[in-house]
């Protein structure tokens, strides 16, 4: 079946540029997690979405990192005003269900470039 | 948040076994232990878990010490495509979210 899905799959950026990264979950999926991941380091956790509400925040690193998942499905990272050090790959997971240490299936990523 | 310590890298022979150790010496009682990978430009996957017990999948063995406070993944004969960066991590009950660390970078030759 469908796995995780990110789009695009690459994006450069100028500084300053305002971004927004898609993720499509696995159909029937309630729970949706963000991370990043910079180079040659493992994936950092971002934010986490139980349906539509988002329980968790904490990992997104300034204000201009927002994210939403308006009608429980697809999930859209957006960064406003990029800064060389949001150069990273983003990636989306989602789990089935909202038990706690549930297998996270994991999407390929967007590679963000900020020049 | 437990921490696990892991080897930066492993090398091993295509066909041959791979044993990946993962030290968690503050580990509680409560914490199971994860294996994911990560291959080449890609998501990481989901490989094994276990809490106290050995454990065997399709993909991989996980051996965990009498004490838990330390674990081997094994993966018995390993093919090219197994080259990837491997994460043992720990969760509890109440973790949601995966902490990673640094992982092992498995290198295989043909």
């Known amino acids: 079946g469908a796995g995780v899905s990110q789009s695009p799959r690459y994006k450069v950026a100028k500084r300053g540029q305002d971004v927004a990264l898609r993720c499509d979950p696995i159909?029937?999926?309630?729970?949706l997690f963000w991370y990043q991941q910079a180079l040659g380091q493992g994936p950092e956790f971002l934010t986490y979405?139980?349906?539509?509400?988002?329980?968790?925040k904490s990992g997104l690193p300034s204000d201009r990192f927002f994210a939403e998942r308006p009608e429980g499905s697809v999930s859209t990272l957006k960064i406003q005003r990029t800064q060389q050090e949001d150069s990273a790959v983003y990636l989306c997971?989602?789990?089935?269900?909202?038990?706690?240490?549930?297998?996270?299936?994991f999407g390929p990523g967007t590679r963000l470039l900020v020049l | 948040d437990a921490k696990t310590t892991q080897p930066n890298s492993m090398e091993s022979n295509e066909e041959e076994p791979v044993h990946l150790p993962c030290n968690h010496s503050?580990?509680?009682?409560?914490?199971?232990i994860h294996w994911y990978r990560q291959l080449p430009s890609q998501g990481p996957e989901y490989v094994i878990h276990?809490?106290?017990s050995n454990v065997n999948n399709r993909m991989a063995s996980l051996a965990i010490a009498e004490d838990r406070k330390s674990s081997t993944l094994i993966l018995h004969r390993a093919t090219l495509r197994d080259a990837a960066v491997y994460y043992c991590?720990?969760?509890?009950?109440?973790?949601?979210?995966?902490?990673f660390g640094a992982g092992t970078t498995v290198t295989v030759r043909a």
């Open positions: 991590i720990l969760r509890d009950g109440g973790d949601y979210k995966l902490s």
């Open positions: 979405f139980q349906n539509e509400a988002q329980l968790d």
């Open positions: 159909s029937g999926h309630v729970s």
């Open positions: 503050t580990i509680s009682g409560t914490d199971y």
């Open positions: 276990g809490l106290t």
């Open positions: 997971a989602s789990s089935p269900g909202t038990n706690l240490g549930e297998t996270q299936y």
